[in-house]
Nanobody, 117 residues
Framework: QLQLVESGGGLVQAGGSLRLSCAAS????????VGWYREAPENQRDLVAT???????NYADSVKGRFTISRDNAKNTVYLQMNALKPEDTGVYYC???????????WGQGTQVTVSS
């Protein structure tokens, strides 16, 4: 079973930057899609950014121009570079990996990001 381990979260002031990493226990190079989701307090888990095996990316409107998702297949790792952070970016960030369009997703345990104003 695929395991995903997130890291890189923390406390940062508004306007600052963080880079999240998601390390997979095995190759995800051929995975249909990997991505990041955010769960704010008392909210649902929402899409932040995804990237396909072909390199196509998709971003939530709220993070476009500020966040960048990338993947290093040689390291089995997905990254989320977050710049110009805002307090509303606060939440637990989860890594997600989907081997194929119709297969269930795998989730990491999450990493907390807190942006102070």
């Amino acid at each position: 079973q695929l395991q995903l381990v997130e890291s890189g979260g923390g406390l940062v002031q508004a306007g600052g930057s963080l880079r999240l990493s998601c390390a997979a226990s095995r190759s995800i190079a051929s995975f249909y899609e990997v991505g990041w989701y955010r769960e704010a307090p008392e909210n649902q888990r929402d899409l932040v950014a995804t990237i396909t095996s072909g390199g196509s990316t998709n971003y939530a409107d709220s993070v476009k121009g500020r966040f960048t998702i990338s993947r290093d297949n040689a390291k089995n790792t997905v990254y989320l570079q977050m710049n110009a952070l805002k307090p509303e970016d606060t939440g637990v960030y989860y890594c997600n990996a989907k081997a194929a369009r119709t297969t269930p997703s795998s989730w990491g345990q999450g990493t907390q990001v807190t942006v102070s104003s």
